[in-house]
């Protein structure tokens, strides 16, 4: 089974919690969320020169090392995939992490990845471990009260990933019983246990979604949850024993983690990707990493505070 090839892959490639990463440059045709060759090329993204964010104590940091520390996933098709093989990172997520470090006046090769499992993101912004952090992290009122959030960048909503030959879940109303499975800190498995979808006893949790997935396989949980644009990247993986329920039930805005008192840079990276939904750059990036032919998506709207 493919997808269970990639995910001993990826656990063998490490369960760290923060695992370093060499930056990576994918391969120029750009890639898809089955792992296969889009059409779409990915675009280029012009080093911005002699950059200044006058009062912003993380970017007096950055301009001092040898590399900026970025906070990824690595288990995402689609989104933030490392091959175990190269160490390269690809996806939608990658992308937008190279152009917000582009217009901050780093080229890629000043990029330095630290997989950052979800449950840990507050604490690693907040303890300088990153400079910031782009990996399908939803923005939230409770996590503003401890970091900050540039964007939303991408607009995702919480679904189920199933077996192929199971037409027993049909939406979250049909979880009761089951097995549901997603990642520590989550904000799809909080919805899940607030709003009681399944018993506490049936609620899975792992470090990471290739663990939920290999579980999903084994028959060992009935679901896996979380954002659908991440899940659509596993079933296009193995679409003969996974399908995605089709039925998102909530909104997740995808955020850039800051901390939580840089406004300075807040306000920087917000001009960066507002200047790429305007000049179509950030539609490039997606036709590039998620889009598939004659797919169509909504592009964010930035929401300064």
Same mark, same amino acid.
């Given at each position: 089974?493919?997808?269970?090839?990639?995910?001993?892959?990826?656990?063998?490639?490490? !369960?760290?919690?923060?695992?370093?990463?060499?930056?990576?440059?994918?391969?120029?045709?750009?890639?898809?969320?089955?792992?296969?060759?889009?059409?779409?090329?990915?675009?280029?993204?012009? $080093?911005?020169?002699?950059?200044? =964010?006058?009062?912003?104590? =993380?970017?007096?940091?950055?301009?001092?090392?040898?590399?900026?520390? $970025?906070? %990824?996933?690595?288990?995402?098709?689609? !989104?933030?995939?490392?091959?175990?093989?190269? #160490?390269?990172?690809?996806?939608?997520?990658?992308?937008?992490?190279?152009?917000?470090? %582009? #217009?901050?006046?780093?080229?890629?090769?000043?990029?330095?990845?630290?997989?950052?499992?979800?449950?840990?993101?507050?604490?690693?912004?907040?303890?300088?471990?990153?400079?910031?952090?782009?990996?399908?992290?939803?923005?939230?009122?409770?996590?503003?009260?401890?970091?900050?959030?540039? #964007?939303?960048?991408?607009? &995702?909503?919480?679904?189920?990933? =199933?077996?192929?030959?199971?037409?027993?879940?049909?939406?979250?109303?049909?979880?009761?019983?089951?097995?549901?499975?997603?990642?520590?800190?989550?904000?799809?498995?909080?919805? =899940?246990?607030?709003?009681?979808?399944?018993?506490?006893?049936?609620?899975?949790?792992?470090?990471?979604?290739?663990?939920?997935?290999?579980? !999903?396989?084994?028959?060992?949980?009935?679901?896996?949850?979380?954002?659908?644009?991440?899940?659509?990247?596993?079933?296009?993986?193995?679409?003969?024993?996974?399908? $995605?329920?089709?039925?998102?039930?909530?909104?997740?805005?995808?955020?850039?983690?800051?901390?939580?008192?840089?406004? &300075?840079?807040?306000?920087?990276?917000?001009?960066?990707?507002?200047? %790429?939904?305007?000049?179509?750059?950030?539609?490039?990036?997606?036709?590039?990493? !998620?889009?598939?032919?004659?797919?169509?998506?909504?592009?964010?709207?930035?929401?300064?505070?």
């Amino acid at each position: 089974m493919r997808i269970r090839t990639l995910a001993v892959g990826l656990l063998a490639g490490g !369960l760290l919690l923060t695992a370093c990463g060499k930056e990576g440059t994918p391969d120029s045709s750009g890639g898809d969320q089955s792992g296969a060759a889009s059409s779409a090329p990915l675009p280029t993204y012009p $080093v911005a020169q002699n950059v200044d =964010v006058a009062g912003s104590p =993380v970017f007096a940091k950055m301009k001092a090392a040898p590399k900026i520390i $970025v906070g %990824a996933k690595d288990d995402q098709p689609g !989104l933030g995939l490392k091959d175990p093989t190269t #160490g390269q990172y690809t996806g939608f997520d990658i992308e937008i992490s190279k152009l917000v470090a %582009a #217009g901050l006046g780093f080229a890629p090769d000043k990029i330095e990845y630290k997989v950052v499992d979800s449950g840990a993101r507050e604490q690693a912004i907040q303890n300088g471990d990153v400079n910031y952090m782009v990996g399908t992290y939803t923005i939230s009122d409770s996590r503003k009260k401890l970091v900050s959030f540039a #964007g939303p960048y991408y607009q &995702a909503g919480q679904d189920l990933l =199933v077996r192929a030959d199971d037409d027993s879940i049909t939406g979250p109303q049909s979880l009761k019983g089951k097995k549901v499975c997603s990642i520590t800190g989550s904000t799809p498995i909080q919805r =899940v246990r607030e709003q009681k979808l399944t018993d506490p006893g049936n609620i899975v949790e792992f470090q990471k979604y290739s663990q939920c997935v290999e579980k !999903l396989s084994t028959k060992d949980v009935d679901a896996v949850t979380t954002d659908d644009a991440i899940l659509r990247g596993f079933a296009k993986q193995d679409p003969e024993s996974f399908k $995605v329920v089709g039925k998102p039930f909530s909104e997740e805005p995808y955020g850039i983690g800051l901390d939580k008192n840089d406004k &300075a840079l807040r306000d920087k990276i917000d001009d960066i990707l507002q200047k %790429a939904l305007d000049d179509g750059t950030w539609q490039k990036i997606y036709d590039a990493t !998620l889009g598939t032919p004659g797919s169509t998506v909504a592009k964010p709207t930035i929401k300064r505070y």
